[in-house]
């Protein structure tokens, strides 16, 4: 600017602001900041810790809320009503509980065994707050210590067992028994926590020797596999078998049962005769002879007798002569 151009001068006016302009701005702002911070909302999963001078006043559940503005009241939301979860040896995408990944997963998931052999363990923790005051005020960094104390007993479980039954049979047992030493472990330390389950992820041996575990997982697998055919084969032919067997007993008594029944009827019939034939016996005798005859002829068919003497017998034949007829 060339130092000879007179300066520009604005003229507003005269007007300067006031005191009270000024005072009754910041006496807005503070209505303003007093509205502000006189309320807060719970969500539905949640509930709400208050302090008032830093103190403990009460715990609150959801909904809308007053309190004491510019700093008097304190509150701290917990997700009381919701289940939380602590991973161990791996760690998911997309958490919003700061407690649920570990900063060392590879070291969480590297333990030994009771046999000295080492095992890769991942595994998780559900866990739910259950009293707000208990977990903020009597233990320092609840989360922190939760999960120390999940990673110890689950070493202390892993450490009781062989690499075989850590990696295949045992799976549920390590659940229920690291489950109930962690819900026993937490209530002695007063986290204000109760933990609702512990579950087994992935458990592999370390990568070195990884084949040859999965040759033996595979060889037992195989053998399960048979016993399980063996025992269906069994349970077929053993059933097929036992009903052949009863339905041929069944046959075999109905038998039984029809010849003794034939027997008995045959000793009745024959003492019935027997009886006649010692009352009479001519009549019985010639009666039983009658009546065997009339059943065996019939069955003899036609029968010609003719003289030995006769040497024309051709007209013979247009006479039937049925055995028993005289002529």
Same mark, same amino acid.
């Given at each position: 600017?060339?130092?000879? *151009?007179?300066?520009?001068?604005?003229?507003?006016?005269?007007?300067?602001?006031?005191?009270?302009?000024?005072?009754?701005?910041?006496?807005?702002?503070?209505?303003?900041?007093?509205?502000?911070?006189?309320?807060?909302?719970?969500?539905?999963?949640?509930?709400?810790?208050?302090?008032?001078?830093?103190?403990?006043?009460?715990?609150?559940?959801?909904?809308?809320?007053?309190?004491?503005?510019?700093?008097?009241?304190?509150? !701290?939301?917990?997700?009381?009503?919701?289940?939380?979860?602590?991973?161990?040896?791996? #760690? *998911?995408?997309?958490?919003?509980?700061?407690?649920?990944?570990?900063?060392?997963?590879?070291?969480?998931?590297?333990?030994? !065994?009771?046999?000295?052999?080492?095992?890769?363990?991942?595994?998780?923790?559900?866990?739910? @707050?259950?009293?707000?005051?208990?977990?903020?005020?009597?233990?320092?960094?609840?989360?922190?210590?939760?999960?120390?104390? #999940?990673?110890?007993?689950?070493?202390?479980? @892993?450490?009781?067992? *062989?690499?075989?039954?850590?990696? !295949?049979?045992?799976?549920?047992?390590?659940?229920?028994?690291?489950?109930?030493?962690?819900?026993?472990?937490?209530?002695?330390?007063?986290?204000?926590?109760?933990?609702?389950?512990?579950?087994?992820?992935?458990?592999?041996?370390?990568?070195?020797?990884?084949?040859?575990?999965?040759?033996?997982?595979? /060889?037992?697998?195989?053998?399960?596999?048979?016993?399980?055919?063996?025992?269906?084969?069994?349970?077929? /032919?053993?059933?097929?078998?036992?009903?052949?067997?009863?339905?041929? @007993?069944?046959?075999?008594?109905?038998?039984?049962?029809?010849?003794?029944?034939?027997?008995?009827?045959?000793?009745?019939?024959?003492?019935?005769?027997?009886?006649?034939?010692?009352?009479?016996?001519?009549?019985?005798?010639?009666?039983?002879?009658?009546?065997?005859?009339?059943? @065996?002829?019939?069955?003899?068919?036609?029968?010609?007798?003719?003289?030995?003497?006769?040497?024309?017998?051709?007209?013979?034949?247009?006479? *039937?002569?049925?055995?028993?007829?005289?002529?």
């Amino acid at each position: 600017m060339d130092p000879r *151009t007179p300066p520009i001068i604005i003229d507003v006016g005269g007007y300067k602001p006031s005191i009270g302009c000024i005072g009754a701005g910041l006496v807005g702002a503070l209505v303003l900041l007093v509205a502000w911070t006189s309320y807060y909302t719970v969500e539905a999963e949640s509930e709400a810790v208050v302090l008032r001078f830093g103190k403990y006043l009460a715990t609150v559940g959801p909904g809308l809320h007053f309190k004491l503005p510019l700093g008097i009241d304190d509150v !701290t939301v917990l997700p009381t009503r919701r289940q939380l979860k602590m991973e161990f040896g791996f #760690s *998911t995408s997309g958490y919003s509980n700061t407690d649920q990944a570990g900063k060392e997963p590879d070291e969480e998931k590297s333990m030994v !065994t009771g046999d000295l052999n080492a095992a890769l363990v991942e595994w998780v923790v559900q866990y739910r @707050i259950r009293d707000p005051k208990q977990y903020l005020f009597d233990v320092c960094n609840p989360g922190k210590t939760l999960r120390d104390l #999940s990673e110890a007993v689950m070493r202390e479980v @892993i450490g009781d067992r *062989t690499v075989d039954e850590v990696i !295949t049979i045992g799976r549920q047992d390590i659940e229920a028994s690291a489950l109930i030493r962690l819900q026993e472990m937490v209530a002695k330390y007063g986290l204000g926590l109760s933990v609702d389950q512990v579950q087994l992820k992935d458990v592999n041996p370390p990568k070195q020797v990884q084949a040859s575990f999965n040759e033996v997982n595979k /060889a037992q697998q195989d053998r399960e596999n048979a016993i399980n055919i063996a025992n269906g084969d069994y349970n077929k /032919a053993v059933p097929k078998a036992k009903g052949e067997a009863e339905q041929a @007993i069944s046959t075999a008594q109905g038998y039984k049962a029809k010849r003794v029944n034939e027997a008995e009827g045959d000793v009745a019939s024959f003492n019935a005769m027997l009886e006649q034939y010692v009352k009479s016996p001519e009549i019985t005798r010639a009666r039983i002879y009658f009546e065997t005859m009339g059943e @065996i002829l019939p069955q003899a068919g036609h029968k010609f007798i003719v003289d030995e003497s006769l040497r024309q017998w051709l007209p013979a034949l247009s006479q *039937t002569l049925k055995i028993g007829e005289v002529k």
